[in-house]
């Protein structure tokens, strides 16, 4: 093989080439060599020309397409289900076009992440890891872990429900959060058998949900012009600004972010040659909007049979996870397969495949930020355990009280909230840095959209924080330990973002300032 020439080696990010030392080989990695797929072409002659991207090729499209189905699952999880329900139920079609633009943002911080794992080789939580103190990465890693926990409870609380629903209300809530809980070593299993099997396997949990919401779709009869009309024309009340707010505010979920910057490294990458990368990146883009088309249409179905059926009606606000199903039932009848049970399937496939990515995920993020070198399924029931015993104590207490259950959700969307800063300001902070990213860095206009988008993200979600305490936080003590956390909590995001400023200039001014000093 002919030597590297400078000018390409240069381009390649500088973590990168410092991941290649002997020490760094030692490291915790999202994959092992022998677990990635490798890509056709790979392997050819070096003859070419590799600083720009291959043709376009279906078979590569093929190859690469899976981790950004994987992350999609995210965006179609019970909670998500519960949010469209409600909005459909409450606001009509009305905030259809929010739905779609929440999913545009989601796309964006998705492809970010993505373009993060591939120019670097690593993803966010280890990078994290370099990045920051251990005192502040020690805040990000305990954050990631709660905002996990917290999509995880709902995810196996929705695939409980289902099960409860499928069995006719013979297995009680907290015998399907034990059937649930096995879904790991399910998981542990289907990865033997390489990553191509495990994501057939989403594909077909994915094609379940489709099938399942689309024939309720069906059912249902929804109006074709008010459809288009919801998601071509903004509307938005004082009365459905709250579920506005959710709509958006569930769509992204921090967890998610440092899963699929996980994901893309399943694929065998030369990250010695530009066009290797780029090539990379545009297939990663192609397949991850792809992927979130389906997740929006996805919802759409959801959110529609519920505008059709139940808006305007006085069980419109009465509507849930847990009571959706009869509340189908008893509008739409029976008919050839009783509306309920295909509610239930599609609850069930949202919840298994959510929870057996939350798993995943938990594997990189524990890994990540401490550098773990631990077996799979070790981590793997680490990873179980810390959802599944808060879990089951809130099936225990919850089982019989629909409305307490819906309290205990509306808790876990705050703890989810709380954490979105600290998976997107990081995120933006390094993929702005040319140190992590080299010619791969964002460019000046998407920089300033990607902030813009987080702010926006940050400001919904802070507004559901505090409609939330106030309330239903009551009491001087609780009044003074909820002010204390929230001093604590924003002069973190200060820092983050500051810190994000020092290293990653994206105005005019403060480039030009920072130089001035250095000259000075």
């Not at 990653?504 to 920072?514: A, G």
Request: aromatic share 12%; with cysteine.
């Amino acid at each position: 093989m002919p030597p590297r020439e400078e000018s390409e080696e240069s381009e390649r990010p500088l973590l990168s080439r410092a991941h290649d030392s002997e020490e760094d080989i030692l490291d915790e990695t999202a994959y092992d060599s022998s677990e990635k797929v490798v890509i056709v072409g790979i392997e050819d002659g070096d003859g070419g020309d590799w600083s720009r991207a291959p043709p376009f090729s279906w078979k590569k499209l093929w190859l690469f397409t899976g981790p950004g189905f994987l992350m999609s699952i995210a965006f179609l999880d019970p909670g998500n289900l519960e949010g469209d329900l409600q909005a459909g139920a409450i606001a009509g079609y009305s905030l259809l076009w929010l739905l779609l633009w929440a999913t545009a943002m989601g796309l964006l911080v998705q492809l970010l992440a993505a373009r993060l794992g591939v120019a670097t080789g690593r993803h966010l939580a280890e990078l994290c890891r370099d990045e920051y103190p251990k005192w502040a990465r020690m805040v990000l890693w305990v954050m990631a872990e709660l905002a996990l926990i917290g999509a995880d409870i709902q995810e196996v609380i929705g695939s409980a429900i289902a099960i409860k629903i499928l069995s006719n209300g013979v297995l009680p809530l907290w015998s399907g959060v034990i059937i649930t809980a096995f879904d790991c070593f399910i998981f542990l299993f289907l990865e033997n058998y390489g990553v191509r099997k495990l994501e057939a396997v989403f594909a077909v949990l994915i094609a379940t949900m489709a099938i399942s919401f689309a024939w309720m779709f069906g059912e249902a009869k929804p109006s074709g012009v008010e459809l288009l009309l919801g998601i071509l024309i903004p509307k938005l009340s004082s009365r459905t600004i709250k579920q506005a707010v959710g709509v958006v505010g569930c769509i992204i979920m921090p967890h998610n972010v440092f899963l699929h910057s996980a994901l893309v490294q399943s694929r065998e990458i030369d990250h010695s040659k530009k066009g290797r990368v780029q090539e990379a990146l545009n297939y990663y883009s192609i397949e991850s909007t792809v992927a979130l088309v389906l997740s929006f249409i996805i919802n759409l179905f959801v959110t529609t049979v519920f505008a059709k059926g139940f808006y305007g009606t006085e069980q419109a606000n009465n509507i849930g996870l847990v009571n959706a199903g009869q509340y189908l039932q008893e509008k739409y009848g029976g008919g050839f397969f009783p509306i309920l049970y295909i509610w239930g399937i599609g609850l069930l496939a949202a919840g298994q495949s959510s929870t057996i990515t939350g798993t995943y995920a938990g594997q990189f993020i524990m890994g990540g930020f401490l550098n773990l070198r631990l077996k799979k399924w070790i981590r793997a029931l680490i990873t179980r355990s810390c959802a599944i015993v808060p879990t089951m104590i809130v099936a225990l207490v919850f089982d019989t009280s629909e409305d307490t259950l819906d309290v205990m959700n509306e808790w876990l969307n705050v703890l989810q909230s709380i954490q979105i800063p600290f998976a997107l300001i990081p995120l933006l902070c390094l993929v702005s840095k040319e140190q992590i990213m080299g010619t791969f860095k964002i460019g000046p206009v998407l920089k300033v959209v990607a902030w813009l988008v987080a702010a926006l993200v940050i400001i919904i979600n802070g507004y559901l924080l505090v409609d939330f305490f106030s309330s239903e936080v009551n009491g001087l003590l609780i009044g003074f330990f909820i002010c204390t956390f929230t001093a604590a909590y924003v002069a973190f995001i200060i820092y983050l973002v500051f810190r994000a400023v020092n290293f990653c200039p994206w105005l005019p001014f403060l480039s030009s300032k920072r130089l001035s000093n250095t000259g000075s």
